[in-house]
């Protein structure tokens, strides 16, 4: 499977090469086995070579790998004829891709702070992201919207509201969840996240009325939602004479327009992950990774771990609700079956694939699922469909296996393409398992990521130079090695 | 929280004033040495109403940090600790030892708050921390090591040091975010960082500063958890068996550094079961044995005691 290859030989930079602290050790699994392995191995050497483990260098290249494989793609299909409707297409594509990798990396950043810094399970990102949207829906919706009913204040007040109200659910739930162990607050979220969703499904608050307010969730139906803040700038001034010129240059509408809207989701990515880099490289943080780690050696220390988990999960919550916010809020329009629990598991893929525990991996996480799970699939499908002609496809699983009896190959083959969205969750399952398998940290989950907001790294002057000796603990260091090894981002693992 | 406990102690003072003077007496007989400093403050008590944290330093000797009184702790139907009661003087190696399942750790965890005891009570430092939780406990000075080293795996021996100190600005999360507050904690952040090489250099588990904690030996994993425990800025430092499944010279060099930090001023009770360590390093020896006391003394006291030479060598299974 393509998506499975790319993923395995993919950019896959490491801080510092496989010898990262244990390295000396054990050394990496993957070093163990010999064959393509190792091939992938001398791949993955060379590009943590050539990045050196800049975070920002990591993210472009494994975006501009996905842009590229895209952009064949669509190449491809279009017979490598470059006429102003290929560019449009890939430009759609690229837009598309970089949308959801972008919705999905908040998320991912959100879901990363509580499941890879704290070790909390929470399996509710749905529902968290629900409760944003619905918010935002509530507050800013004109109240003469055709389906749902809001109170029409401005877009900020919608937005901060949503991720408010996905807080204080976060925080209620929290509240008795903590205190249970893990795979209980797993339970306890999910089932919140369901109940959350069925909510909003229910027919009896689609609309009621708050004194001369009508007010409702539309139910079944849907809400209705403000438009994307970008799409007025296109109305007049400097943003129209844009949008004339981009459109004389043939390039359709909605792809400027979208990609307004774009930038701004990408531009919430990097704030969000600024942010948590912050907490994460913060004593706030380090307590985080010690409740992770073992709780009872934090409390032990002092810390009263139940406060710090109240808080992130506070904080993690309302992330998830402006990720929901970012992206099932840009379509105008919003209805409970975009927050089914499936999506929790998307996201889960993406930090998994990601490395949790990794701010950086969460965001390349993000964009290799997007890429090559969520859309790769489609996208290869239909290329391959129309590429070669296998006439129509069998109606039933036993029309596509029967022929392979006889050899033929075909009918199934068309079945298979013909059902590639179904056979996606196939893939997602494989790949999960090769990953645990395989690389149970992920892309980037085995670099440390160093929680303080200063480089440990560097010792008091006055004291003997840091030596990196591996001789026996009863020994003093000798003084072969220089004081600034490792630096903040790249671990500790550099030489 | 802290109103709850300060009501609680406002009333153990009141209620067991009379109960509180024999104790402290009978604590002093059995430490042999401070008797004129405990008697003197008993009497003075009554005198010095005024404040709570006064009354409080009256009411326990200033040198006896931690006071264990009529600790009983049940698992269903098996006693695991009956009705014990010690004191541990400040300056001191204290040792607590017994054989296996002599309810040792259990009297640890009921200490440090990872157990809530069924009766009796825990001073420390006078105040009654009976029930506290361990978090609580550990930021008024009173910090535990474990019996298996429980390192913080993912997080590097820097890391693990660094997390120790109590009352960190930088874990007030706005604070650790906002652009302008962060100045103080990378302020702060520095002063630790050069502790805790220091405390690195003290233990000579410098040089694997940078490594995961996971990658330590188990040795060198009992070094770290001393270290780290001792980051906190401690009074008195509850070890769970230190020395279990430590080569005999790193043994030494820990049984070293517990001297060194004794001379400094920390206090120590471990628990240990090696009697030779226990008899050459403490200067106090509590003996426990199927869950209640079973002899207190110096460690020659207790070498010549039948009791003891019956419960390790007829009744335990080492």
Not at chain 1, 104 to 117: F, I, P
Not at chain 1, 152 to 181: D, F, K, W
Not at chain 1, 206 to 233: C, K, Y
Not at chain 1, 369 to 377: A, C, I, M, T
Request: hydrophobic residues 45%.
């Amino acid at each position: 499977m393509s998506g499975e290859d790319r993923i395995r030989d993919g950019p896959r930079p490491d801080g510092g090469g496989s010898a990262d602290s244990s390295g000396s050790v054990g050394g990496d699994a993957d070093d163990v086995s010999a064959g393509p392995e190792s091939v992938a191995d001398v791949l993955r050497e060379a590009i943590a070579r050539a990045f050196g483990g800049h975070d920002l260098a990591i993210v472009l290249a494994t975006l501009a790998s996905i842009y590229g494989l895209f952009t064949l793609f669509v190449l491809v299909a279009n017979d490598f004829e470059l006429t102003t409707n290929t560019i449009n297409a890939i430009a759609s594509t690229l837009r598309l891709l970089t949308f959801f990798a972008a919705s999905y990396a908040v998320l991912a950043l959100a879901l990363n702070l509580h499941w890879g810094y704290t070790g909390l399970f929470n399996i509710g990102v749905a529902g968290f992201m629900a409760v944003g949207v619905y918010t935002m829906g509530l507050l800013s919706t004109p109240p003469d919207a055709t389906s749902g009913m809001g109170l029409g204040l401005p877009l900020p007040v919608g937005v901060l509201g949503g991720m408010i109200a996905a807080g204080l659910v976060g925080l209620i739930a929290a509240l008795p969840a903590l205190r249970l162990e893990a795979d209980y607050l797993a339970i306890v979220t999910l089932g919140l996240s369901e109940i959350i969703r069925l909510t909003m499904n229910s027919s009896q608050l689609s609309s009621w009325t708050v004194s001369t307010f009508g007010f409702g969730t539309g139910g079944g139906s849907g809400l209705n939602l403000p438009a994307r803040p970008t799409d007025a700038l296109f109305d007049g001034g400097a943003g129209e004479a844009l949008l004339t010129v981009l459109t004389g240059a043939g390039i359709r509408r909605s792809i400027v327009v979208d990609a307004a809207y774009t930038l701004v989701v990408v531009a919430f990515v990097v704030g969000v992950y600024w942010l948590l880099s912050r907490v994460g490289a913060s004593p706030f943080g380090r307590v985080l990774k010690a409740i992770r780690d073992d709780e009872l050696v934090a409390q032990s220390l002092g810390k009263d771990t139940r406060l710090f988990k109240i808080k992130v999960f506070i904080v993690g919550c309302a992330l998830m609700g402006l990720g929901g916010i970012l992206w099932q809020g840009s379509y105008g329009y919003v209805n409970p079956n975009s927050f089914r629990p499936i999506v929790t598991f998307y996201v889960f893929v993406a930090v998994i694939i990601g490395g949790s525990g990794s701010n950086t991996g969460s965001i390349v996480g993000a964009i290799l699922f997007v890429g090559l799970l969520f859309e790769g699939p489609r996208q290869f499908g239909g290329i391959v469909q129309n590429a070669m002609d296998l006439g129509s496809a069998p109606a039933t699983f036993a029309g596509a296996v029967g022929p392979l009896f006889g050899l033929d190959p075909i009918p199934f083959l068309a079945y298979a393409l013909e059902n590639i969205s179904a056979l996606q969750f196939v893939l997602l399952g494989v790949v999960l398992i090769v990953i645990m398998q395989r690389r149970p940290e992920g892309v980037l989950g085995h670099r440390t990521e160093t929680a303080a907001a200063i480089d440990l790294g560097v010792r008091p002057e006055g004291n003997a130079p840091a030596a990196r000796s591996g001789e026996e603990p009863t020994s003093r260091p000798d003084t072969t090695a220089a004081a600034d090894h490792g630096g903040e981002t790249g671990g500790d693992g550099d030489e | 929280m802290s109103k709850d406990a300060d009501a609680g102690e406002e009333t153990d003072d009141v209620g067991v004033e009379p109960a509180v003077d024999a104790d402290a007496a009978t604590i002093a007989d059995a430490a042999g040495t401070t008797n004129a400093a405990s008697e003197e403050n008993a009497s003075t008590a009554p005198e010095t109403q005024d404040s709570r944290v006064e009354r409080e330093a009256a009411e326990t000797p200033p040198d006896v940090p931690l006071q264990v009184r009529n600790l009983r702790k049940t698992f269903g139907g098996i006693v695991a600790v009956d009705d014990v009661s010690f004191a541990v003087e400040a300056g001191t190696i204290t040792g607590l030892i017994g054989p296996n399942g002599a309810g040792k750790s259990t009297t640890f965890d009921c200490i440090a708050g990872a157990l809530e005891p069924d009766s009796g009570s825990v001073r420390f430092n006078g105040a009654d921390v009976t029930g506290f939780r361990p978090d609580q406990i550990a930021t008024r000075g009173l910090v535990r090591t474990f019996q298996i080293a429980r390192e913080l795996p993912e997080m590097t021996v820097l890391e693990n040091l660094m997390l120790a100190p109590t009352d960190q600005v930088g874990e007030q999360l706005w604070r650790s975010v906002m652009p302008g507050a962060r100045g103080s904690v990378i302020d702060q952040e520095r002063e630790l960082r050069e502790r805790v090489w220091e405390t690195l250099e003290f233990f000579e588990i410098d040089h694997l500063a940078r490594q995961k904690a996971g990658a330590l030996s188990g040795g060198q994993r009992k070094l770290l958890e001393m270290a780290r425990a001792l980051m906190t800025d401690p009074d008195l430092l509850l070890l769970d068996e230190p020395l279990a499944g430590v080569n005999p010279t790193l043994e030494e060099k820990l049984l070293d550094r517990i001297h060194d930090l004794r001379d400094q001023g920390y206090t120590f009770l471990l628990v240990e079961h090696d009697m030779d360590v226990i008899m050459d390093h403490c200067e106090h020896v509590i003996v426990m044995h199927q869950g209640s006391l079973l002899a207190e003394g110096p460690p020659t006291e207790i070498r010549s005691n039948e009791q003891v030479i019956d419960a390790y060598l007829g009744g335990s299974s080492e």
